[in-house]
């Protein structure tokens, strides 16, 4: 992870951000200017955009965007020869040394099949692979398509409340407890900031949002398992943000039953598709999926890395 003898990486100047932004994009007529209206129609913060400078030429870039819940995303000017991996991975470690300047204490990463130098800029760049992440997706379901199961015994549903987040955050903190999707990432977030992060995913509803309650046993009136949905109506789909169980009501069928509730209310909406992300090592979760017919052959690589 070096630069060039000379190079300097540097916020590009206001004359030099559109530049700046054409090396990161790619360069494609019409990119830039539609990133900039996409950044001011949702207040996209711009302070997290570095490049590398030689002279006065400007060799590559790297954006972190925020968001709720104290992340943020890093974009890159992808290396097009090997000599430019060293170049970008200085950028990616720089965007994560300055993160706290963006109030934010994890940057993640996701790179698309087949691109081996992102990786390889990340990961020299300090970054973390924690998991392949494939992306699935499934029609919306006919009105009564869904078959519901019953709730396994000892268990009672409520939909979320604000009123409930302090339990939220618990039993969140509770389902990834020897849990086998993204397990790198257990411990590197607060509660209050993985909820806030669950709840930007697209449009919140709290109507859509399930909690499952223990009524009796050990755990009695604690919440042991969370189903979160959130429609994202611009891009006509339904996501499945969030489902996640305490360790000691695994197996018995919960996931089934709240799965497949979800589905059912989805039913009720106009968006056409439903989607989610799954650790390609949860063979379990993809099982589940695959048994409610979500399919998808997209697997990216996932990167974290930890905001000093």
Same mark, same amino acid.
């Given at each position: 992870?070096?630069?060039?003898?000379?190079?300097?990486?540097?916020?590009?100047?206001?004359?030099?951000?559109?530049?700046?932004?054409?090396?990161?994009?790619?360069?494609?007529?019409?990119?830039?200017?539609?990133?900039?209206?996409?950044?001011?129609?949702?207040?996209?913060?711009?302070?997290?955009?570095?490049?590398?400078?030689?002279?006065?030429?400007?060799?590559?870039?790297?954006?972190?965007?925020?968001?709720?819940?104290?992340?943020?995303?890093?974009?890159?000017?992808? *290396? +097009? $020869?090997?000599?430019? %991996?060293?170049?970008?991975?200085?950028?990616?470690?720089? !965007? =994560?040394?300055?993160?706290?300047?963006?109030?934010?204490?994890?940057?993640?990463?996701?790179?698309?099949?087949?691109?081996?130098?992102?990786?390889?800029?990340?990961?020299?760049?300090?970054?973390?692979?924690?998991?392949?992440?494939?992306?699935?997706?499934?029609?919306?379901?006919?009105?009564?398509?869904?078959?519901?199961?019953?709730?396994?015994?000892?268990?009672?549903?409520?939909?979320?409340?604000?009123?409930?987040?302090?339990?939220?955050?618990?039993?969140?903190?509770?389902?990834?407890?020897?849990?086998?999707?993204?397990?790198?990432?257990?411990?590197?977030?607060?509660?209050?900031?993985?909820?806030?992060?669950?709840?930007?995913?697209?449009?919140?509803?709290?109507?859509?949002?399930?909690?499952?309650?223990?009524?009796?046993? *050990? +755990? $009695?009136?604690?919440? %042991?398992?969370?189903?979160?949905?959130?429609?994202?109506? !611009? =891009?006509?789909?339904?996501?499945?943000?969030?489902?996640?169980?305490?360790?000691?009501?695994?197996?018995?069928?919960?996931?089934?039953?709240?799965?497949?509730?979800?589905?059912?209310?989805?039913?009720?909406?106009?968006?056409?598709?439903?989607?989610?992300?799954?650790?390609?090592?949860?063979?379990?979760?993809?099982?589940?999926?695959?048994?409610?017919?979500?399919?998808?052959?997209?697997?990216?690589?996932?990167?974290?890395?930890?905001?000093?």
């Amino acid at each position: 992870m070096s630069l060039p003898p000379g190079a300097r990486i540097d916020r590009p100047s206001p004359r030099r951000r559109r530049e700046a932004l054409a090396v990161l994009l790619g360069g494609q007529p019409g990119q830039v200017d539609r990133f900039l209206a996409y950044a001011d129609a949702t207040g996209l913060t711009l302070e997290g955009l570095w490049s590398v400078f030689d002279g006065d030429e400007l060799l590559a870039s790297v954006l972190a965007a925020p968001s709720p819940g104290r992340t943020a995303t890093l974009f890159i000017t992808s *290396p +097009r $020869a090997d000599a430019d %991996v060293s170049i970008v991975s200085a950028l990616v470690d720089h !965007a =994560a040394r300055h993160g706290r300047e963006l109030d934010v204490t994890l940057v993640q990463a996701l790179v698309e099949p087949g691109r081996p130098r992102d990786l390889a800029a990340f990961e020299r760049g300090g970054m973390r692979l924690i998991a392949q992440l494939r992306s699935l997706e499934r029609p919306r379901p006919r009105r009564g398509e869904i078959e519901v199961p019953p709730l396994p015994a000892g268990v009672t549903l409520e939909t979320w409340r604000d009123d409930l987040s302090a339990e939220t955050i618990g039993a969140l903190d509770r389902s990834y407890v020897d849990t086998l999707d993204c397990p790198g990432l257990t411990g590197l977030r607060r509660g209050e900031d993985i909820l806030a992060g669950h709840r930007a995913s697209g449009r919140f509803d709290p109507s859509m949002w399930t909690v499952a309650r223990a009524a009796g046993g *050990p +755990r $009695a009136g604690r919440l %042991v398992a969370t189903c979160f949905l959130n429609p994202h109506p !611009a =891009a006509g789909s339904i996501e499945l943000v969030y489902l996640g169980i305490d360790p000691d009501f695994r197996g018995k069928g919960l996931g089934r039953a709240l799965l497949a509730r979800a589905l059912d209310a989805a039913s009720r909406r106009s968006e056409r598709r439903v989607s989610l992300a799954v650790d390609e090592a949860n063979t379990p979760a993809l099982s589940l999926y695959a048994r409610f017919g979500f399919r998808g052959d997209t697997v990216r690589d996932a990167l974290v890395r930890a905001v000093p």
